[in-house]
């Protein structure tokens, strides 16, 4: 597999780096507004309805396993966790994918040295169908796999893997997520922007594996979101344009 993982996380820093820049900030605000609103909603959640969960699933639990209780309760804990975590993604990122791809559009201005204008309220509107279309094409990707691994974290022996697995998998789509900004804008394809990651899948996981911990960072994984769309884009500038290029010529 090609790549280098520090080159991939060093773009969300480059990112992070980019987050106050005059000129950039205005579109930075809103992915930043709904990232804390979603973030207060989903420790909300938790507070509220931790004990309600784990009893809920504890409630399957056969009365002749009582004995293993200890054992059941941090796994299904850890199962409220993840399922929380991964279910706050999904919807901040269905609500913030306008937004991520207009903010993406002007860095790629920035990047590329055109002037970077400001269409208004319009032209995120007229993003939505679009990007709502290109979330649920993320989401049918992501969730059978989801899924196989959530079986795996339940079968003796090979749930030993599970650890690593949610890592890898974690990484994986968050790289995805982020990249599919400036590609969808670009009008590179889902399939398309999958093989040309999996071109450089060491360097897409390096990046998102970054982004997968600062989101695990209370306060900090508040402005991972913009700053994974900033440097996701600085990832597909530097590293995907010109190949995308070639393989549309070579498909055409």
Do not use: H
Not at 24 to 29: E, I, P, T
Not at 90 to 109: D, Q, R, T
Not at 122 to 151: D, G, H
Not at 153 to 173: D, E, Q, R, S
């Amino acid at each position: 597999m090609k790549g280098n993982p520090v080159r991939g996380a060093s773009y969300l820093l480059r990112g992070a780096a980019m987050l106050p820049q005059p000129g950039l900030r205005r579109f930075v605000l809103v992915p930043l507004v709904v990232n804390v609103l979603l973030f207060i909603g989903a420790i909300w959640l938790l507070v509220d309805q931790f004990s309600v969960l784990i009893d809920y699933w504890l409630g399957f639990v056969p009365d002749w396993l009582d004995f293993l209780y200890w054992l059941f309760w941090p796994l299904f804990a850890l199962l409220v966790l993840v399922g929380v975590y991964y279910g706050f993604s999904i919807v901040a990122n269905l609500i913030a994918a306008p937004f991520n791809g207009f903010l993406s559009e002007k860095v790629e201005k920035r990047l590329r040295g055109d002037p970077i204008t400001d269409e208004g309220w319009m032209e995120v509107l007229a993003m939505i169908p679009r990007s709502l279309q290109r979330e649920l094409q993320k989401l049918a990707y992501y969730l059978p796999r989801f899924l196989l691994i959530l079986v795996i974290t339940f079968i003796p022996v090979v749930n030993l893997m599970a650890p690593l697995l949610w890592f890898l998998f974690g990484a994986w789509m968050m790289s995805i997520q982020y990249c599919d900004y400036p590609m969808d804008n670009n009008k590179v394809s889902f399939p398309q922007m999958r093989q040309l990651m999996k071109a450089k899948r060491v360097t897409s996981v390096g990046f998102g594996a970054l982004v997968q911990v600062g989101m695990l960072i209370p306060v900090l994984n508040l402005f991972v979101m913009p700053a994974a769309v900033i440097g996701a884009t600085l990832y597909w500038v530097e590293e995907y344009a010109g190949e995308s290029r070639e393989l549309r010529d070579v498909r055409n």
